[in-house]
């Protein structure tokens, strides 16, 4: 994953809640998962996303989107707000 790609947007939500937030209000442009994060918490989230017609990229690993949110620990999702 290119990390550099969501540190260097200003309008990031991270976090299933914000995510999800995001895409209900129409304002996430891409979705990030986590690979490793547990399939009853990103599936609703990942159809969410497809009902709305976000693009939706893998990650590794949470540590992994975590890092690239510039947070000190792992993340399920984040989202790249239009």
Aim: net charge neutral; with cysteine.
């Amino acid at each position: 994953m290119q990390q550099n790609e969501l540190a260097k947007h200003s309008k990031i939500s991270v976090g299933v809640k914000q995510s999800t937030k995001a895409i209900q209000l129409d304002k996430a442009k891409i979705l990030y998962v986590a690979k490793d994060a547990d399939n009853n918490v990103i599936n609703p989230i990942i159809e969410l996303a497809t009902e709305k017609a976000v693009d939706v990229v893998f990650v590794e690993t949470m540590k992994e989107l975590g890092r690239a949110c510039n947070i000190d620990v792992g993340a399920a999702t984040a989202v790249i707000e239009k």
